[in-house]
């Protein structure tokens, strides 16, 4: 830091970008290093903001959108050029699907070496431009923080998303002025009198309405708000999927989830159901099986979201309301109606058929090969009421989906897009923002070594999650696909694993490899032990045979 002959205190640009972030209220970084930005890790060594540095470029962006998940704010990943860049983009991609708000600083080659191929050169308008709301490039280091804050304030405006900030060498060493650029306001919407009475009619007149919420952009108090409502009114309301907790896992209003693999519980809701509203989301790809349900243009739906442009939506939409979820539950608590009868019966019909499907299997061990069914009834019963669960993508989630008990807003962190890998991350990063909670993860053995590597950064930063690996030696999920289209030919799913639990001890951790049922209790007591002690993160090892499914 420098003062010009003016007297005004001068740092450089990667200082200056540091300080915005701080101003905006960032708390950390997941950084994977390189030489492409070290003005801007140099300005993190005494800055607020705690660094966490990631074994894989793929990893740092799982931790940085999980985080976008549990805030109502950009998640922060720092990347280097080329193969950083490529290896980060995983990251983006979920953030883009899942609607949540990300900011990615690549470092780049310097100004003047641009368009000679330089050493890890790239275009990043050209790799990011279609999936990422805006790319930004600083090619002028005066502009520092306010490239910051319009990145900043791009990635929460509107439908949240992913930005990327591409960030040369050179440029960044640059000392300009101090002063930081204001944070810039996000409109909110909100009901207008024409969409309050709309809405008002529409319940009154409905017999069986069903509120579908969704989406990362909530806050714990506006869920509350919201499941308060709810319940006060005898409605019911279903998870979007992968969207659970919003409203609680116990509340008499909650009827389940609506997603791939949807349960019973909840497989005819859209069809049957005389008013949908859905709330931080649409009726998407997911929600409507591959754009088939609710497609009759006579249907009722009331779609919620700040999107004007209802992008990823299907189906017919009776109202739009532009509003972010908090705003529009605001608005609703105004909403003071009779309650039917029919809809009494209604929700109490649904609530009682997730109850039976959520009931918990018996806790008293088999034998035979270990099954999640046991561990799951282990485990669930002895969880505190704000634990929190995490997973990527495979078959084995569908456990979560069916017994964890998500009970608030954000208690569960998932890849809307499908993605593998982000188990590990995620729950490191649910671990750091949330230290004291019961943060576990749900990986395939697949899908673990994707970023399992992270339990390194687990152990340097002091997270602490319980790891479940449901090890059935197999792609699960693509083999279901396979016996359905191509019976009794397997090819390309098959895997031979490693033993995760010396793995786990080998990064620091706690790890049991359980191959029998009734070793199942005592490893879950073991797992919790070692975490709530020794303050490590557990990982149980579970062998389990092909072909069980949670549903």
Same mark, same amino acid.
């Given at each position: 830091?420098?003062?010009?002959?003016?007297?005004?205190?001068?740092?450089?640009?990667?200082?200056?970008?540091?300080?915005?972030?701080?101003?905006?209220?960032?708390?950390?970084?997941?950084?994977?290093?390189?030489?492409?930005?070290?003005?801007?890790?140099?300005?993190?060594?005494?800055?607020?903001?705690?660094?966490?540095?990631?074994?894989?470029?793929?990893?740092?962006?799982?931790?940085?959108?999980?985080?976008?998940?549990?805030?109502?704010?950009?998640?922060?990943?720092?990347?280097?050029?080329?193969?950083?860049?490529?290896?980060?983009?995983?990251?983006?991609?979920?953030?883009?699907?899942?609607?949540?708000?990300?900011?990615?600083?690549?470092?780049?080659?310097?100004?003047?070496?641009?368009?000679?191929?330089?050493?890890?050169?790239?275009?990043?308008?050209?790799?990011?431009?279609?999936?990422?709301?805006?790319?930004?490039?600083?090619?002028?280091?005066?502009?520092?923080?306010?490239?910051?804050?319009?990145?900043?304030?791009?990635?929460?405006?509107?439908?949240?998303?992913?930005?990327?900030?591409?960030?040369?060498?050179?440029?960044?060493?640059?000392?300009?002025?101090?002063?930081?650029?204001?944070?810039?306001?996000?409109?909110?919407?909100?009901?207008?009198?024409?969409?309050?009475?709309?809405?008002?009619?529409?319940?009154?007149?409905?017999?069986?309405?069903?509120?579908?919420?969704?989406?990362?952009?909530?806050?714990?108090?506006?869920?509350?708000?919201?499941?308060?409502?709810?319940?006060?009114?005898?409605?019911?309301?279903?998870?979007?999927?992968?969207?659970?907790?919003?409203?609680?896992?116990?509340?008499?209003?909650?009827?389940?989830?609506?997603?791939?693999?949807?349960?019973?519980?909840?497989?005819?809701?859209?069809?049957?159901?005389?008013?949908?509203?859905?709330?931080?989301?649409?009726?998407?790809?997911?929600?409507?099986?591959?754009?088939?349900?609710?497609?009759?243009?006579?249907?009722?739906?009331?779609?919620?979201?700040?999107?004007?442009?209802?992008?990823?939506?299907?189906?017919?939409?009776?109202?739009?309301?532009?509003?972010?979820?908090?705003?529009?539950?605001?608005?609703?608590?105004?909403?003071?109606?009779?309650?039917?009868?029919?809809?009494?019966?209604?929700?109490?019909?649904?609530?009682?058929?997730?109850?039976?499907?959520?009931?918990?299997?018996?806790?008293?061990?088999?034998?035979?090969?270990?099954?999640?069914?046991?561990?799951?009834?282990?485990?669930?019963?002895?969880?505190?009421?704000?634990?929190?669960?995490?997973?990527?993508?495979?078959?084995?989630?569908?456990?979560?989906?069916?017994?964890?008990?998500?009970?608030?807003?954000?208690?569960?962190?998932?890849?809307?897009?499908?993605?593998?890998?982000?188990?590990?991350?995620?729950?490191?990063?649910?671990?750091?923002?949330?230290?004291?909670?019961?943060?576990?993860?749900?990986?395939?053995?697949?899908?673990?070594?994707?970023?399992?590597?992270?339990?390194?950064?687990?152990?340097?930063?002091?997270?602490?999650?319980?790891?479940?690996?449901?090890?059935?030696? *197999?792609?699960?999920?693509?083999?279901?696909?396979?016996?359905? *289209?191509?019976?009794?030919?397997?090819?390309?799913?098959?895997?031979?694993?490693?033993?995760?639990?010396?793995?786990?001890?080998?990064?620091?951790?706690?790890?049991?490899?359980?191959?029998?049922?009734?070793?199942?209790?005592?490893?879950?007591?073991?797992?919790?032990?070692?975490?709530?002690?020794?303050?490590?993160?557990?990982?149980?090892?579970?062998?389990?045979?092909?072909?069980?499914?949670?549903?």
């Amino acid at each position: 830091m420098s003062e010009n002959a003016q007297g005004l205190t001068k740092k450089s640009a990667g200082h200056v970008i540091v300080d915005t972030l701080a101003a905006h209220g960032v708390e950390r970084a997941y950084v994977v290093p390189g030489e492409s930005y070290l003005d801007v890790l140099d300005g993190l060594h005494n800055s607020p903001i705690e660094t966490v540095v990631c074994r894989h470029e793929g990893g740092a962006t799982y931790m940085a959108e999980a985080e976008g998940k549990m805030h109502q704010r950009p998640g922060i990943a720092m990347v280097t050029r080329g193969p950083g860049a490529a290896n980060a983009h995983v990251g983006l991609h979920t953030a883009w699907q899942d609607s949540t708000p990300l900011v990615l600083f690549v470092g780049l080659i310097p100004f003047e070496h641009r368009e000679k191929e330089a050493f890890q050169e790239f275009d990043p308008k050209a790799w990011f431009g279609t999936g990422a709301k805006r790319v930004m490039i600083l090619d002028h280091a005066e502009r520092a923080s306010e490239v910051v804050a319009e990145a900043m304030f791009a990635a929460m405006s509107g439908r949240p998303g992913p930005v990327v900030v591409g960030l040369p060498e050179d440029v960044i060493r640059n000392e300009i002025s101090a002063e930081l650029h204001p944070v810039i306001p996000v409109a909110t919407g909100g009901m207008t009198v024409t969409d309050w009475k709309a809405l008002n009619t529409a319940l009154q007149e409905a017999d069986k309405p069903l509120f579908i919420f969704g989406g990362n952009d909530w806050s714990a108090k506006g869920a509350a708000d919201f499941t308060r409502w709810l319940e006060e009114h005898d409605l019911p309301a279903a998870a979007e999927w992968r969207c659970e907790g919003t409203v609680p896992f116990n509340s008499p209003s909650y009827v389940g989830p609506i997603g791939y693999g949807r349960p019973k519980p909840t497989y005819n809701l859209l069809e049957e159901t005389d008013l949908l509203i859905f709330v931080g989301t649409v009726p998407g790809d997911v929600i409507t099986d591959g754009f088939n349900i609710r497609q009759n243009w006579e249907k009722k739906n009331f779609l919620v979201t700040i999107d004007p442009s209802l992008r990823g939506r299907s189906g017919p939409v009776s109202h739009q309301i532009v509003a972010k979820p908090d705003v529009f539950v605001r608005d609703l608590l105004l909403m003071d109606l009779p309650v039917k009868d029919s809809w009494k019966e209604w929700t109490a019909r649904m609530r009682s058929e997730q109850e039976k499907f959520a009931e918990l299997p018996s806790a008293v061990p088999a034998d035979g090969p270990a099954k999640m069914a046991t561990l799951m009834s282990n485990l669930v019963s002895g969880l505190p009421s704000d634990a929190m669960v995490t997973f990527g993508a495979g078959e084995h989630t569908n456990w979560a989906h069916r017994y964890f008990p998500t009970n608030g807003y954000a208690s569960m962190l998932s890849a809307r897009n499908g993605s593998m890998g982000y188990s590990i991350p995620s729950a490191v990063a649910a671990s750091l923002n949330y230290p004291g909670r019961r943060v576990v993860t749900v990986a395939g053995d697949g899908e673990f070594l994707m970023n399992g590597q992270e339990l390194a950064t687990a152990t340097q930063y002091g997270a602490t999650p319980l790891v479940i690996i449901m090890d059935n030696q *197999q792609y699960g999920t693509i083999r279901t696909h396979q016996e359905h *289209q191509y019976p009794d030919r397997v090819s390309g799913t098959q895997l031979k694993n490693p033993d995760f639990a010396l793995m786990a001890q080998s990064f620091g951790g706690f790890g049991v490899r359980v191959e029998q049922d009734s070793e199942v209790p005592a490893a879950v007591e073991a797992a919790v032990k070692a975490i709530d002690e020794d303050k490590t993160f557990a990982l149980i090892h579970l062998i389990v045979e092909q072909g069980v499914k949670a549903y």
